[in-house]
Each structure stands twice: as structure tokens, then as C-alpha cells.
Antibody, heavy 123, light 108 residues
């Protein structure tokens, strides 16, 4: 059974860089892309971006200028950096498995998810 | 990007009743590339449905999905106490992958 465990700093000041890491336990690391998704308080979900073991990345255009997702295949881990944070970046950040190839088609549902990390940006 | 609009915002029902949740896309979702998730307070979302109508592993058969193009539906045939939660749809036909704003199913 695949499990994702994430960690990182939970309190940031405006203009700082958010940094989170997600470790994958069990299952194949190389058969999937790995994503970051966030959820502002009381709001819906926003996909941030994805990476695979070959360091191929795709980012949401709304955040692309500030986002870097990296991977460490030796540890089955992937990481998120979001620069120049503001209060609007306050959210619960999740890591999740997906996209992947399913019956020859690249599909991007997310399963499973990490436990989530509350990140608050405040001066 | 594809915008998903879920309705209603809140659904007030009693255990045993049928729940029908709607998800409408701003443009056609290719290949029925739509998923549904359930989220309970303080928890991560859980995948329920993918491919518009296929149940994920371990999901009870009281959950069913249907639809294509721009209109999709999640149906819970008989609500159990543990089904009261927020439900999100998500499209993965066109990047960026996007989610609806959610429908809360609450106890009446």
C-alpha cells in the first residue's frame, strides 16, 4: 500500500520561500508523476504542479513563475518550493500521486494523498 | 483552463436518502476525464470515482458516477452517516487539472 508523508515549515513571513517535501513509501516511484495541490482555508482545491522520476515537470500557469518542483529518486522523495509568498498563499498543501499512464492514456486523478501541511503566511 | 461549477453548494439530507450532485464544465471534458473526491474535516481528499463512472478501489457501490461532455453527476444511492462530507469533482482532460468548488452534504 502506497503512503505519502510530507513535512515542511508551517509559518512564513511575506516574501519568504515555502519549502515542503513528500516521501513515498511502497509501490512504484517511477511509474507515476507526483503532484502538489493546495487548499486555502474554507476554499476548494488548486493543482500546483507535477514531476516524474526523470524530472519532467508541468506547472499550473497561475503559479508557474514562482514554483519549482524537484525530485530525489534515491530517496523516493519530491519537493515543492514556492517563492515570494504572500498571505494569499496561506493554505493546506498536499502531495499526491498522479498523473500516470492507464491503458495507454495519461490520466491525472490523484490517489493517494499525503496528510497535508498547514502553511500560514503572516508578518 | 476548464472551470468546473458544482451544484448545489450545500445539500441537506437525512441518512437513507439519495444524494445527487452535479458538476458542469465550462467546455467539454475529453474522454470523460472526470474524477470525484470525498473530503471530511481535517482529512485529505479521497478518490471515489475516475473516468466519470469507475469506482476507485474499496469504494462502496452506493457511490456511482455518470455523465460526459460538460455535465457530470455523482449519486449516493442511500446516505450512510459516514457519507456526510464535502465532495469535489476534478477534470483531467486538459492541463491545468482543475477542481470544482465543492458540494457539502450535510445532515438534515
Amino acid at each position: 500500500q502506497v503512503q505519502l508523508q510530507q513535512w515542511g515549515a508551517g509559518l512564513l513571513k511575506p516574501s519568504e520561500t515555502l519549502s515542503l517535501t513528500c516521501a513515498v513509501y511502497g509501490g512504484s516511484f517511477t511509474d507515476y508523476y507526483w503532484s502538489w495541490i493546495r487548499q486555502p482555508p474554507g476554499k476548494g482545491l488548486e493543482w500546483i504542479g507535477e514531476i516524474n522520476h526523470s524530472e519532467t515537470t508541468n506547472y499550473n500557469p497561475s503559479l508557474k513563475s514562482r514554483v519549482t518542483i524537484s525530485v530525489d529518486t534515491s530517496k523516493n522523495q519530491f519537493s515543492l518550493k514556492l517563492s515570494s509568498v504572500t498571505a494569499a498563499d496561506t493554505a493546506v498543501y498536499y502531495c499526491a500521486r498522479g498523473p500516470h499512464w492507464f491503458l495507454g492514456i495519461r490520466v491525472a486523478w490523484f490517489d493517494p494523498w499525503g496528510q497535508g501541511t498547514q502553511v500560514t503566511v503572516s508578518s | 483552463e476548464i472551470v468546473l461549477t458544482q451544484s448545489p453548494g450545500t445539500l441537506s439530507l437525512s441518512p437513507g436518502e439519495r444524494a445527487t450532485l452535479s458538476c458542469r464544465a465550462s467546455q467539454s471534458v475529453s474522454s470523460s476525464s472526470l474524477a470525484w473526491y470525498q473530503q471530511k474535516p481535517g482529512q485529505a481528499p479521497r478518490l471515489l470515482i475516475y473516468g466519470a463512472s469507475s469506482r476507485a478501489t474499496g469504494i462502496p457501490d452506493r457511490f456511482s458516477g455518470s455523465g460526459s461532455g460538460t455535465d457530470f453527476t455523482l449519486t449516493i444511492s442511500r446516505l450512510e452517516p459516514e457519507d456526510f462530507a464535502v465532495y469535489y469533482c476534478q477534470q483531467y482532460g486538459t492541463s491545468p487539472w482543475t477542481f470544482g468548488q465543492g458540494t457539502k452534504v450535510e445532515i438534515k
